[in-house]
């Protein structure tokens, strides 16, 4: 992680890229939040008032298995 807070991760092996790219810029993707599993409420006094801060951990990655078995 840089100073900016921005993270870059690298993989053991090379990515299989589409021949075609263009087929999958026009998809969505459904996007889930997901319940941490070590959250905990903390109230922090900011400058419009008292407020509620989920405190979970910072990197909190969940992979899940394709379910047809594909791998590329």
């Known amino acids: 992680m840089d100073e900016s807070g921005?993270?870059?991760?690298?993989?053991?092996?090379?990515?299989?890229?589409?021949?075609?790219?263009?087929?999958?810029?026009?998809?969505k993707v459904a996007l889930r939040w997901t319940q941490a599993?070590?959250?905990?409420?903390e109230t922090y006094l900011t400058p419009e008032g008292y407020r509620d801060f989920e405190i979970r951990p910072a990197i909190d990655l969940q992979f899940v298995p394709s379910l047809d078995g594909a791998t590329n």
């Open 6 to 27: 921005v993270m870059k991760v690298g993989f053991g092996t090379k990515m299989k890229v589409p021949k075609d790219l263009s087929t999958l810029n026009n998809q």
């Open 37 to 41: 599993a070590n959250s905990y409420n």
